[in-house]
């Protein structure tokens, strides 16, 4: 496969300004570095919250959610089940971790790893500048796990895989068993959202509550087999919405509640939870402000408080597994398609909440 010069890249050069498209020379490969081609990068949330605030890394390359194909290598590089990493192979590739600091070494918790690059953030200007999807070519780092995507597998759901999904497997998984007994309650039907009901409904729950805006998406939550929905936009009183929770657990609260509407929905739903019952808090957007949670709420209410960032190769693996098996249409999740020149649009699309999921396609 041929690797020209230069990529051309989408740069973000000030808070809130148009993306402009730019060339980047492609940097020289450290050992067991690698490159892609990148075939799609799709935007979530944080892309935005970056671009509103992001200002002393720019100009930096946006997209941390992307999948490519290998187009060179120095070394060997294996995936995360030890097959050997070609050229040609079609991959997605978690932050590289440092694997010598205290969180990735003692504590065994690498997403909190101070030292990991993070993609679609960092300095251009810093070697090895390709860190952004939005880009013909993206660098992967010797550290990163790269996880190779199924045949089955859209490039733009790999993409998502790399964000969304994968953070979510990592909640699951902290989040431990679920008895078959257990009502669980999914705040939020963004893209998060919906992952996380399609996760929690194949995870054995007995039912899966879903409540979010608008009412789209509450509708793809409906078709995804949500056992009951509700609409925000409808119920605009939050003690209405956790009356509501209430009377559909048999007046107990729910066994679990996952939160994936930002910060903001943190006290709402540590009160939809059942007393004893479990918090799983995936969304991080909605700032760092007082959420003003009583500690009655959680010590009284003995509430067992999960937290979650990013995710280690497993996650990803686990969540190009879960997107091979089909069981959800998870293409709904992709509303907008747009060429890098039309990067700008994918934006203010995210933006202005038109798009769920924008995909983008540098090389088509
Ligand atoms: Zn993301
Ligand atoms: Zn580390």
Known sequence: MSVPNEATV????????????????????????????????TLCGTDIHLWHSAAKSMPYIPGHESCGIIVAKSGDHSD???????????????????????????????????????????PVAVYPHLLGGCATHQYVPPRSSVIKVPDQVSSELAASAACALRTIMHGFERL????????????????????????????????????GAPATRVAVAKEWGADATLNIDEVPDRN??????????????????????????????????????????????????????????VSVKM???????????????????????????????????YALENVADAFNGMKAMTEVKAAIFPNS
Request: glycine letters at 14%.
């Open 10 to 41: 989408a740069l973000m050069t000030g808070v809130d300004q148009k993306p402009e498209i730019s060339k980047v020379e492609i940097p020289k490969l450290e050992p067991r570095a690698m490159l892609a081609e990148i075939q799609a990068a």
């Open 80 to 122: 995360v089940t030890g097959e050997p990493v070609e050229i040609g192979d079609r991959v997605i590739w978690a932050y590289p971790f440092c694997g010598e600091c205290f969180y990735c070494s003692v504590a065994n918790q690498p997403t909190m790893c101070p030292n990991a690059l993070r993609f679609g953030r960092e």
């Open 176 to 211: 431990g068993r679920v008895p078959a007994h257990e009502t669980a309650v999914v705040q939020g039907t963004g893209p998060v959202g919906l992952y996380a009901l399609a996760v929690a409904k194949s995870r054995g729950f007995k039912r899966v509550l879903s409540i």
């Open 240 to 297: 209405e919405r956790i009356k509501w929770v209430t009377e559909q657990t048999g007046g107990i609260g729910a066994d679990v509640v996952i939160q994936c509407a930002g910060n903001v929905a943190v006290p709402e739903g540590l009160e939809m939870v059942r007393a004893g019952g479990r918090y799983l808090s995936i969304g991080e957007g909605g700032g760092t402000h007082d959420i003003g949670v009583s500690p009655r709420a």
């Open 303 to 337: 509430l067992n408080i999960i937290g979650v960032r990013s995710g280690a190769g497993r996650h990803f693996y686990e969540a190009l597994q879960f997107l091979k098996q089909g069981k959800f249409p998870f293409e709904e999740l992709i509303t907008g398609t």
